[in-house]
């Protein structure tokens, strides 16, 4: 099992719904942008999302997935910007809940 799975199971059921109380719609979204997130890096570095770490979502991971999505994928700058959202919700959780998680 992947070091971030328990934390993004924990993230969608514990905090997106029970704490946060967002609507589906949201939990959706947020679901829909971390797989494409996670399908980008398998993607580019052929790495399977069940083996990847918190620090194969480094910065420069991050950057080039959100430049693939207004380049390769040609989403507006506000649904780039809803992605973004949605990892920097995951990765807030999950520095609360594993301080050895980049930020």
Not at 27 to 53: H, M
Not at 55 to 78: G, K, Q, Y
Request: charge should be positive; glycine fraction near 0%; hydrophobic fraction near 35%.
């Amino acid at each position: 099992m992947s070091p971030i799975a328990p934390t993004l199971q924990s993230f969608f059921i514990d905090r997106l719904a029970k704490q946060r109380r967002v609507s589906p719609r949201t939990i959706a979204s947020y679901r829909d942008s971390l797989k494409l997130l996670f399908v980008f890096v398998q993607e580019t570095t052929g790495k399977k999302p069940s083996a990847l770490s918190w620090e194969d979502l480094d910065t420069e991971t991050i950057v080039a997935f959100l430049d693939h999505l207004e380049t390769e994928r040609h989403n507006s700058p506000r649904t780039r910007n809803l992605r973004l959202t949605a990892i920097r919700s995951l990765f807030t959780y999950a520095a609360l809940r594993t301080p050895s998680t980049p930020r």
